[in-house]
């Protein structure tokens, strides 16, 4: 370990250790400082470890399904502490092969908490490091909300939930966004009572109506109870073994001693930035840290977008994705809403045969287009496979491409990613697929 670094990132998350990499690539010193684990909430107690158990939740679905292909099997008693360690193994691995990797490029990795000295200089472990500049991707945490103290027993937040060794026999779950229904979702699957309660008039807020509607319908067929413009969602919560908030994540700034630098926070408590850039020359902000997004892609091309000193990049439509059962997302063109005239086009997955030979009937293909242009300005996907097909539909938006640039002759069948082009079509009353109506 130096005492002079040409970079010095604070978190080792996907924007710290991507833009330390990037750095280190180029030429620069770089050190990473950590309080805990390489790899960041995705990693150790994000989308990783939800994916996994969401995995897992899927197989006991597709067993239970076996019949329908001619093969009589049953699920075995299921012990949910095996999961949990086969999951906590899985991450391990990870989290060794990432410091692995990240140790190649010779990045010192120093243990401990960060805070700064000045705008260059920054104390860890009473020790003082200085650098050219300085990149803040600390992330976020589960936030809690007023007059719930969270005693990770009783009321438990999202990274609680993946560490449970038992099944509960019921839970409530206050906040309808994604973690809130991912882990709904999971919980619900392993056969936990579930209550989703959300005190906005829809899941998702935000999203398309009609997706949030057939998300909803799909947790009530698995025995979710859920109730949307709830406004008193910690009502009867003694009836409940936990209860999980999963309402939002919050700032991580105050540890970091931002006030011995002139960095400017918003009302929030996250860092003032635009591109990484900050009020001060010298300090730069990626990733949750800055109340953007909290998607762990997006913050990783933070980190290479201040790396390579790109403070104007280009413009990416982002898709989104949710691991409900089956999962849902989607992708829209960022200036969507000054689009006046569109034309939606819908294709359900029960007219696929892909989906149907799969026994994935549940879902739809969602698009809009502009009328004049016939360009795909957003597509919205539930089903198996929406968020691999997500990719596929933010591909056509990036390139802004319009119906008459696509053909079946691009598209395998029976396949999954043809839905988009046949829900194209509907728009257009083209479709050959389905029925006259």
């Not at 038992?166 to 309808?176: A, C, D, E, F, S």
Request: with cysteine; proline share 3%.
């Amino acid at each position: 370990m130096n005492n002079k670094y040409d970079i010095i990132v604070i978190g080792a998350g996907p924007a710290g250790y991507t833009c330390a990499v990037r750095f280190a690539q180029l030429g620069k010193s770089v050190a990473i400082i950590e309080k805990d684990n390489v790899g960041g909430t995705c990693l150790n107690v994000g989308c990783i470890p939800t994916k996994f158990l969401w995995q897992s939740a899927k197989v006991k679905n597709i067993i239970s399904k076996s019949y329908e292909y001619g093969i009589k099997t049953q699920t075995e008693q299921i012990n949910f502490q095996d999961i949990i360690t086969k999951k906590n193994k899985l991450i391990e691995n990870f989290r060794k092969s990432l410091q692995k990797s990240i140790e190649s490029y010779k990045i010192d990795i120093i243990k401990g908490v960060a805070s700064f000295v000045s705008d260059s200089k920054i104390k860890i472990n009473d020790i003082e490091l200085t650098a050219d500049k300085i990149i803040i991707a600390t992330g976020s945490v589960p936030k809690s909300i007023p007059n719930v103290k969270i005693d990770h027993d009783k009321f438990i937040d999202s990274t609680d939930a993946l560490q449970l060794q038992t099944i509960p026999k019921n839970m409530l779950v206050v906040g309808g966004g994604a973690v809130g229904i991912e882990l709904a979702t999971i919980y619900a699957i392993f056969g936990c009572e579930i209550t989703l309660r959300e005190i906005l008039p829809q899941l998702l807020q935000g999203e398309d109506t009609e997706l949030a509607k057939e998300i909803e319908k799909n947790l009530q067929r698995q025995g979710v109870t859920v109730e949307v413009d709830c406004k008193e969602p910690l009502k009867d919560i003694d009836t409940f073994e936990k209860v999980l908030i999963a309402t939002g994540r919050q700032s991580t700034t105050d540890e970091l001693q931002i006030k011995n630098t002139d960095l400017k926070l918003d009302n929030k408590k996250y860092i003032d930035s635009k591109n990484g850039v900050t009020n001060n020359k010298n300090i730069f902000a990626v990733g949750d840290v800055t109340g953007k997004n909290f998607l762990a892609y997006t913050a990783q091309q933070d980190g290479i977008n201040v790396a390579e000193n790109i403070t104007n990049p280009q413009e990416f439509v982002i898709p989104k994705a949710v691991f409900s059962y089956p999962p849902s997302a989607s992708v829209k063109v960022n200036d969507f809403e000054k689009y006046t005239n569109v034309v939606y086009g819908k294709f359900p997955f029960l007219a696929s045969a892909r989906a149907q030979i799969e026994g994935q009937r549940t879902g739809f293909v969602k698009v809009a287009l502009e009328k004049q242009t016939e360009r795909i300005l957003a597509v919205w996907i539930i089903g198996t496979n929406a968020d691999e097909l997500a990719d596929v539909a933010s591909v056509m938006l990036q390139n802004k491409t319009r119906v008459k640039d696509l053909s079946k002759n691009m598209f395998f069948h029976p396949g999954l990613s043809e839905m988009i082009l046949n829900a194209c079509e509907v728009a257009l009353n083209k479709c050959t697929e389905l029925p006259k109506i």
